[in-house]
């Protein structure tokens, strides 16, 4: 057996043995089950129901606020304005909607009060201005003789239907969806090279610690050791990300099915919503959305997320047994490692703000060759359709700096992974390099 193969055993064996490894491996999908057990019992109670007062001196608008599962509104025009304001009464109340008598309804578009002792919701206010400006707007309508009846009917609602090229019906929201679907098998990608890569530093800076890596040395060549432990390593997340995945989909079925919890969106719908939707048609589409989604290019993506999650792992790793083998514990090499998030931050960025309204773009292009960032907004491209020699460019850059990162990483690896006692700097690493 090589001596390469022997570091990969005896890391990955090494790593699977680890106490913290074997219980966050079973831990860990118990916790997002439970977590997602818990949030969907929360979607289902409902909240409490939120009392506003309302002192309306006009009398043309208390009918205009109608009741629901969130509010219930309370006339309190009886009431004098200073009682409302006393602390005992405005306490039982979420609010108190103070609308002043005028002499006519425009005066009102600047002096409408909402009193209360915490600050409301935007989303709250924008309500009760849009119910208040309505009647105001019908108001002025019905002085200037305006038929709101015929006015209602002139309008018109437009659906623009989506067609293909080829004449084929298609839906709308796809880009978002293809974003998605792209987004999450990169935002993955970046999560296992962040996780997985500080064990490997860590790995380093053990040994490194603990002086075995002395022992080590004399027998391993440092560019064998270095990628020995980042090979170990990666299979090691790799199972225990297969073992997540497998506990994930057995307790989500047990938890659906034996247990008779609703997980999803639905469990938190209202009747009024789902009926909202099938009126709206959105039943009828179910169908053109599952095409679309089958006629993505699914294999290809499935595919490219292997190729760049282990081209994406090495590369990054290989700065990480770097940085490992440069200092002597976890917090000398904070100044060293955020050089390294950047990029990983820069192309989730680009992938979410730039290729969903502009996949083919410039920016989007170049990011998704440029090597640091291509495991991820490459990904995000994908789904839209991507011209072949875009992504064999893009892989073989990746790799080509993978091998030529690794090449220099080594370099700073059999000098560093020997120093102690002495915090570097990036000129020294820069040395290290020439050496």
């Not at 009398?59 to 309370?74: A, I, M, R």
């Not at 309190?76 to 002043?100: A, F, M, R, W």
Request: aromatic content about 14%; charged content about 15%; hydrophobic content about 50%.
């Amino acid at each position: 057996m090589s001596v390469l193969s022997l570091i990969i055993k005896r890391e990955f064996i090494a790593k699977v043995r680890n106490k913290s490894f074997i219980v966050m491996t079973f831990l860990s999908p118990l916790l997002f089950v439970g977590i997602a057990v818990f949030v969907a019992f929360l979607a289902s109670i409902k909240a409490d129901v939120k009392r506003i007062g309302i002192h309306d001196e006009t009398g043309y608008f208390l009918k205009e606020f109608t009741n629901d599962e969130s509010f219930t509104y309370h006339d309190l025009t009886t009431l004098n304005l200073n009682q409302i304001k006393d602390s005992l009464i405005l306490e039982s109340y979420e609010g108190v909607l103070y609308i002043p008598q005028v002499d006519s309804l425009p005066e009102l578009v600047s002096k409408v009060q909402f009193i209360s002792n915490e600050s409301p919701s935007m989303d709250f206010i924008m309500d009760l201005e849009d119910v208040i400006s309505q009647k105001i707007t019908q108001d002025n309508y019905e002085k200037i003789g305006v038929d709101t009846v015929k006015l209602n009917q002139a309008q018109a609602d437009v659906s623009i239907v989506l067609k293909k090229s080829t004449g084929e019906d298609t839906v709308k929201g796809l880009n978002e969806i293809k974003l998605f679907l792209g987004g999450a098998f990169g935002y993955l990608i970046m999560m296992f090279i962040v996780i997985y890569g500080n064990f490997v530093m860590r790995s380093v800076i053990e040994e490194k610690t603990n002086r075995i890596i002395e022992i080590i040395i004399s027998s391993v060549k440092p560019f064998q050791l270095m990628l020995g432990k980042i090979i170990g390593n990666s299979l090691a997340g790799i199972l225990q990300f297969f073992i997540w995945a497998v506990l994930g989909v057995v307790l989500f079925f047990i938890v659906t099915y034996v247990l008779g919890l609703e997980m999803g969106a639905t469990s938190a719908a209202s009747p009024e919503a789902i009926e909202a939707a099938q009126n709206s048609g959105l039943s009828e589409k179910l169908p053109l959305y599952l095409n679309e989604f089958l006629s993505l290019p699914l294999f290809t993506l499935l595919f490219s997320f292997v190729l760049y999650f282990v081209g994406g792992y090495f590369l990054y790793s290989s700065f990480y047994a770097a940085i490992g083998s440069a200092v002597d514990n976890e917090t000398d090499s904070q100044q060293f490692l955020l050089p390294i998030i950047l990029p990983l931050i820069l192309g989730v960025y680009i992938g979410f703000f730039t290729v969903l309204n502009d996949p083919h773009g410039t920016i989007a292009t170049v990011f998704s060759i440029f090597p640091l960032t291509s495991p991820i907004v490459m990904l995000m491209r994908i789904p839209f359709g991507v011209p072949l020699w875009q992504l064999v460019l893009s892989l073989v850059l990746l790799y080509a700096t993978f091998f030529g990162v690794v090449w220099l990483a080594a370099k700073i690896y059999r000098v560093g992974i020997l120093m102690y006692g002495k915090k570097p700097t990036w000129k020294e690493l820069y040395k290290w390099m020439k050496y």
